[in-house]
């Protein structure tokens, strides 16, 4: 291919007879990498925000739930807690109880949902205490910490519930269940005062202005449960995995017991964020398009100007497939180089990206992403190098093709109809 490569590479080069097609090259060369641009960071921002919103649903939540069948939920829990910590992936395990209640402060009410943890061991399934703004874990048992003189059961509250009800640490509410007790007296609610002994900001809203945490103990004297629980809550070691650990584990229990990962449990929201992500891939892909119409018009252009050359290039012996080459080729090059350009492009905005948002906010005196909006502090962004390597084929694929019937036109022109006129 040597002498049709040096060929398409002066076509393209052209600067003195046709500065006009080699213009319209340099714009195809632009539209190309502005699209590839374009994809990368469009692509590594989605990847971002989904990589963030899963660590702060797993920072909330386990990795994988067990629960069971039986109505009264499962009762010898440390046995099955023992089995589940037999399975070779899991980090971690430990009893749940989840219901939920209406909190009350003065005249202002929240339903909300209520998790019973065991303090000891939420620690190491969750990222409640990390998360923790006020109080500390252990003082959802009751007990006195440091200076503070605790006589109530805790409850540790969302930053945003917190607002909604108008209390701060220390303040006692009242926890009413949706159960009644049977007295002497009648039917009484069954209501339970405890006192808030810390707050936490997950950093999602749903789970700060809907969710509270108390000790299992008095979830369990609250809700009459006596030694059950609701299921039992497992950290595993690799969270990709989490789907081949729960049916591991899922052999190992049988039934009445059942298993579900986090990307069950979050099917819905996650299967929304791929469409998404697949959505703006195609919407970005146009971009790359209008660029290979470009091509398609640039390469068009060639081809009437350089109907003489073409001519006496054949007439000195090369072939249609020569010719066909020689304006492929030239599609190529500009997708290739094109290419390149978007790559590194991408590749140095997506990592600056917060730079660049910290200027234009700088500039425009604008806050882009308000923290009280967002909940970010930051615009999450990952580079995605698979999906890098499908734009980067997409967009090879995508020139080339819009070179051949412009190339194949070239091939098939007739040297005599090229020289007629000349």
């Known amino acids: 291919m040597g002498y049709e490569l040096r060929v398409s590479w002066r076509h393209l080069c052209s600067r003195k007879s046709h500065k006009f097609i080699s213009l319209i090259t340099f714009i195809s060369v ?9 994809l990368i960071v469009v692509i590594a921002v989605m990847s971002g925000f989904g990589k963030n919103l899963r660590d702060k649903i797993l920072g909330t939540n386990s990795h994988i ?12 829990y440390e046995k099955v807690v023992t089995t589940v910590k037999e399975v070779e992936e899991v980090r971690a395990a430990a009893p749940f109880i989840l219901k939920q209640v209406m909190l ?10 209520i998790r019973g943890v065991d303090p000891k061991r939420e620690a190491s399934i969750s990222d409640l205490e990390k998360n923790m703004i006020q109080g500390k874990l252990e003082d959802l048992t009751g007990a006195p910490s440091g200076a503070s003189s605790i006589h109530r059961k805790g409850i540790i509250l969302g930053v945003e519930l917190s607002r909604s009800l108008g209390v701060s640490v220390g303040d006692v509410i009242g926890m009413l269940a949706p159960s009644v007790r049977m007295t002497p007296l009648g039917v009484i609610p069954n209501i339970k005062m405890v006192q808030v002994v810390g707050l936490f900001e997950s950093g999602m809203y749903e789970y700060d202005a809907n969710l509270a945490f108390v000790s299992i103990e008095a ?3 609250l809700f009459n449960m006596k030694e059950t629980v609701t299921g039992i809550e497992i950290k595993v070691e690799d969270i990709d995995l989490a789907w081949k650990t729960a049916e591991s584990i899922q052999k190992k229990l049988e039934f009445p017991y059942v298993t579900r990962d986090w ?8 299967s929304a964020l791929k469409l998404e992500k697949i959505t703006m891939f195609i919407i970005l892909i146009l971009i790359i398009l209008v660029a290979a119409f470009n091509i398609i018009s640039t390469l068009f252009m060639v081809v009437m100007e350089k109907a003489k050359d073409i001519a006496i290039l054949k007439s000195m012996g090369a072939t249609s497939s020569s010719i066909m080459k020689i304006f492929s080729m030239q599609g190529l090059i500009i997708g290739l180089v094109g290419t390149g350009l978007g790559v590194v492009a991408g590749f140095t905005i997506v990592p600056n990206l917060n730079e660049i948002v910290g200027f234009i906010e700088t500039v425009f005196n604008i806050q882009a992403f308000p923290s009280d909006v967002y909940y970010l502090d930051r615009l999450p962004s990952e580079i995605q190098y698979f999906d890098s390597f499908l734009i980067i084929v997409f967009s090879i694929l995508i020139c080339f093709a ?10 098939r022109l007739d040297p005599v109809d090229g020289l007629r006129y000349e």
């Open 30 to 38: 632009g539209g190309v990498a502005l699209g590839v641009m374009a």
């Open 104 to 113: 009350t402060y003065g005249q202002r009410t929240s339903g909300v949902v």
């Open 219 to 221: 979830a369990q004297k």
């Open 402 to 411: 819009a070179s051949l019937y412009p190339a194949w036109r070239a091939a």
């Open 65 to 76: 739930v067990v629960t069971s069948f039986e109505r009264n939920g499962i009762v010898d």
């Open 263 to 270: 990307m069950q449990m979050n099917k819905n929201l996650f």
